[in-house]
């Protein structure tokens, strides 16, 4: 008997743990993997092959739910102040149950920075880590979280074959590409 789903979150995003990069990424580019820094001004940015990325008002607001509205002070919030669910599927769970949402196919946060990457092989490196991290991630509940590929922009080759590992290795259905690069302000 097939699940029933009356609502669907298309477009769910994750919390990447920082941990992803030294646990899921090939080690000849560990070193080069993004890092979270604080700016001038105290605020969590994204350090990335020696760009700093990332609004002026940091990564705080990220994973706190009512952020844009002004419920959550997104400006004294860190990263991982963000929502328990993004970073671990078993406490999404019951949030998407407060929410009635039955599955939810899910996105990267901090991946999306993967566009400002210059280098096609360091890029792909990227999307094959937290490729990787997000199986992981949605493995305990296979009827409820789907998996994204993230594949990237910088080579169509790439892109080609992370799709393929995603789709055999780690059975992911469909993945994106960011439609535009980070382009740092």
Same mark, same amino acid.
């Given at each position: 008997?097939?699940?029933?789903? =009356?609502?669907?979150?298309?477009?769910?995003?994750?919390?990447?743990? *920082?941990?992803?990069?030294?646990?899921? %990424?090939?080690?000849?580019?560990?070193?080069?993997?993004?890092?979270?820094?604080? =700016?001038? #001004?105290?605020?969590?940015?994204?350090?990335?092959?020696?760009?700093?990325? +990332?609004?002026?008002?940091? *990564? +705080?607001?990220? +994973?706190?739910?009512?952020?844009?509205?002004?419920?959550?002070?997104?400006?004294?919030?860190?990263?991982?102040?963000?929502?328990?669910?993004?970073?671990?599927?078993?406490?999404?769970?019951?949030?998407?149950?407060?929410?009635?949402?039955?599955?939810? /196919?899910?996105?990267?946060?901090? +991946?999306? /920075? !993967?566009?400002?990457?210059?280098?096609?092989? *360091?890029?792909? !490196? %990227?999307?094959?880590?937290? #490729?990787?991290?997000?199986?992981?991630?949605?493995?305990?509940?296979?009827?409820?979280? *789907?998996?994204?590929?993230?594949?990237?922009?910088?080579?169509?080759?790439? !892109?080609?074959?992370?799709?393929?590992?995603?789709?055999?290795?780690?059975? /992911?259905?469909?993945? /994106?590409?960011?439609? #535009?690069?980070?382009?740092?302000?």
């Amino acid at each position: 008997m097939s699940r029933k789903y =009356d609502v669907i979150d298309a477009d769910g995003h994750v919390l990447e743990p *920082f941990t992803l990069w030294d646990d899921y %990424m090939d080690p000849q580019y560990r070193e080069r993997a993004p890092k979270l820094v604080k =700016d001038e #001004n105290g605020k969590e940015r994204l350090l990335l092959e020696d760009k700093i990325l +990332g609004s002026r008002a940091g *990564f +705080g607001g990220i +994973g706190g739910v009512g952020a844009r509205q002004g419920v959550v002070a997104a400006d004294a919030m860190d990263y991982k102040d963000g929502r328990k669910g993004g970073f671990d599927p078993h406490a999404r769970i019951p949030d998407m149950d407060l929410d009635g949402i039955d599955a939810a /196919f899910l996105y990267p946060s901090l +991946g999306l /920075f !993967a566009g400002a990457v210059s280098d096609p092989a *360091f890029a792909a !490196a %990227m999307c094959r880590a937290y #490729n990787r991290w997000l199986a992981d991630y949605c493995k305990p509940y296979p009827d409820r979280l *789907f998996g994204i590929a993230m594949l990237p922009m910088q080579s169509i080759d790439a !892109a080609i074959q992370e799709m393929t590992f995603a789709r055999k290795e780690l059975g /992911f259905r469909g993945g /994106f590409l960011r439609p #535009n690069p980070y382009i740092p302000a």
